[in-house]
């Protein structure tokens, strides 16, 4: 059993739980995931490290409330016990040697890219960090972002926060003012790693990804994270999750991440049924 050492919500959709895993705090590198079960009956679903304390034992995760399964966890509190806490899983990110790097994470993808940025940052590259959101409200870790750069840029998609536009609008202005990176760095949406992709292709960029397909049990047994590499078939547990984002099939991994969304709909409906009528059971 793992216990929670705090829940924090940084929006109303997500949720930034650490958990006591020395462990894993002790190991798990950037770019390294782990599997959970909230509890003895729950599924297995993988969350990539956020941050880790080898002093305390600490590991963090952030994820979004997007499942029956993400609900679940965001129900329990802080002092409450995960059933399972598995890791680190997955090769950590190749990021020594790298002098100048642009980090651009999409939505929840920027817990995902922050370590990578904090580890180039701290190694003495010049990093620029690239965010992308909908909107202002759903914002995260803005000041960690901007300790773990040189530069930060926030794209919304509606403007909101003053700065309209995709991701790939400030690389572009960017690439196009004289930037020079050794590697970009994309973590987020697969269309938004699939444009970034495609566009530091143009300039010869080496670009990584970091690709989060369905997962079952994270060694490289069921074969559910299947995808297509350089025409080669890979497993991103344990072949990843980085790979070189001019190689991806991001058009496969796109339509394979949507076999379940409407069977996902359905039991993410249900739980917040279930969950609304024990709360008006309790409130009656």
Request: glycine share 10%; hydrophobic share 40%.
């Amino acid at each position: 059993m793992y216990k929670i050492l705090e829940k924090r919500r940084l929006t109303d959709i997500t949720v930034l739980m650490t958990v006591e895993a020395p462990d894993v705090a002790r190991k798990a590198k950037p770019g390294q995931f782990i599997i959970l079960r909230a509890s003895e009956t729950a599924e297995r679903v993988p969350f990539t490290v956020s941050e880790t304390d080898p002093d305390t034992g600490a590991v963090s995760i952030i994820f979004q409330t997007v499942g029956e399964s993400t609900y679940k966890l965001a129900d329990m509190e802080t002092g409450d016990y995960i059933a399972n806490f598995v890791g680190p899983l997955g090769r950590a990110s190749e990021l020594d040697g790298y002098k100048s790097a642009c980090v651009i994470g999409g939505g929840l993808g920027c817990a995902i890219a922050l370590p990578q940025a904090k580890y180039l940052h701290k190694k003495g590259a010049k990093v620029d960090i690239i965010a992308g959101f909908r909107n202002k409200d759903i914002i995260i870790l803005e000041p960690e972002m901007k300790a773990a750069s040189d530069s930060l840029t926030i794209m919304t998609d509606d403007g909101s926060n003053g700065s309209k536009g995709l991701v790939t609008d400030a690389l572009r202005k960017k690439l196009e003012e004289g930037a020079e990176y050794d590697v970009v760095i994309a973590i987020g949406p697969p269309i938004m790693m699939k444009f970034v992709s495609i566009m530091t292709k143009e300039y010869g960029i080496k670009t990584i990804v970091s690709l989060n397909p369905i997962m079952v049990d994270g060694t490289g047994m069921c074969g559910g994270c299947r995808v297509t590499v350089g025409g080669e078939l890979k497993f991103a547990c344990v072949d990843g999750p980085d790979f070189d984002g001019h190689e991806v099939d991001f058009d496969e991994l796109m339509l394979r991440n949507r076999s379940y969304i409407e069977m996902e709909g359905e039991a993410c409906n249900l739980y917040k049924a279930a969950r609304a009528l024990e709360n008006e059971k309790k409130g009656g």
